[in-house]
């Protein structure tokens, strides 16, 4: 098991990477085009367990995980918990609409940073920024 630091992970093209997890398509979509703009390399997923493949065989690793809270398949709270048995110092993100933070009291694993839907662009700029600056 590595502990991958993950200090400013950037692409080939210098730009931080960001992975966006979400099972609805539209909402990947919003999020790649708030974030793109703003110089960050963004890759995102429908499926969890996808990106938590992808995670582990990320070389360099995101520098940041934006993952939705409740998802079909495995939730966000499980995907950080499967993030994080590789790289213990991986910062994220969650997003939801469905519960507020207080859902996370009883959580083993937590994310850095909670962000509640809907939220503007602006807010979501503004809490990456805090979290990769």
Same mark, same amino acid.
């Given at each position: 098991m590595s502990d991958r630091t993950n200090q400013k992970s950037e692409p080939r093209g210098g730009k931080p990477l960001i992975y966006v997890v979400d099972d609805e398509p539209m909402l990947l979509e919003l999020a790649a085009? /708030?974030?793109q703009p703003q110089g960050y390399t /963004?890759?995102?997923f429908r499926?969890?367990?996808t990106a938590a493949q992808a995670f582990a065989s990320a070389q360099p690793?995101?520098?940041l995980v934006?993952?939705?809270y409740a998802m079909?398949?495995?939730n966000g709270v499980e995907?950080?918990?499967a993030c994080r048995r590789i790289a213990p110092k991986q910062k994220f993100l969650m997003l939801s609409g469905t519960v507020?933070?207080?859902a996370l009291d009883g959580a083993a694993w937590k994310p850095d940073r909670f962000l509640a839907k809907p939220y503007s662009a602006h807010q979501l700029i503004q809490v990456v920024e805090s979290m990769v600056g």
């Open positions: 085009a /708030i974030l /963004i890759r995102t499926d969890p367990q690793p995101p520098t934006i993952t939705d079909h398949t495995m995907l950080i918990e507020d933070e207080r």
